[in-house]
């Protein structure tokens, strides 16, 4: 079983950044892509970025311009590179990592916390 370990998160005043980091306990063969997830309290959980191993992005449409993934293939760890942080980011930011060809896999970090509050 691959663990997803979410790094990075914290408190943060509006407008301000902070860079979210996931990696693997071990290696994830075949792996096809990987995303970041956030839930809000009372919330549903929902997609925010997603990147392919082939660097194709996907954002939700609210978040692109301030929000920016990235991938390091190398180490298949994801970043997400948040600014101008308001209090409705506020959430856990979860990590996810899937092959999507078979066999497949999907696999969810344990999230990171992210409050933004003056």
């Known amino acids: 079983q691959v663990q997803l370990m979410e790094s990075g998160g914290g408190l943060v005043q509006p407008g301000g950044s902070l860079r979210l980091s996931c990696a693997p306990s071990r290696t994830m063969p075949g792996l096809s892509r990987m995303a970041w997830y956030r839930q809000a309290p009372g919330g549903e959980r929902e997609l925010v970025a997603r990147?392919?191993?082939?660097?194709?992005?996907t954002y939700a449409d609210s978040l692109e311009g301030r929000f920016t993934i990235s991938m390091d293939n190398r180490i298949q760890t994801i970043y997400l590179q948040m600014n101008n942080l308001q209090p409705e980011d506020t959430a856990v930011y979860y990590c996810?990592?899937?092959?999507?060809?078979?066999?497949?896999?999907?696999?969810w970090g344990q999230g990171t916390q992210v409050t933004v509050s003056s």
């Open positions: 990147i392919t191993t082939g660097g194709t992005t």
């Open positions: 996810r990592a899937q092959r999507v060809v078979t066999p497949t896999y999907a696999y």
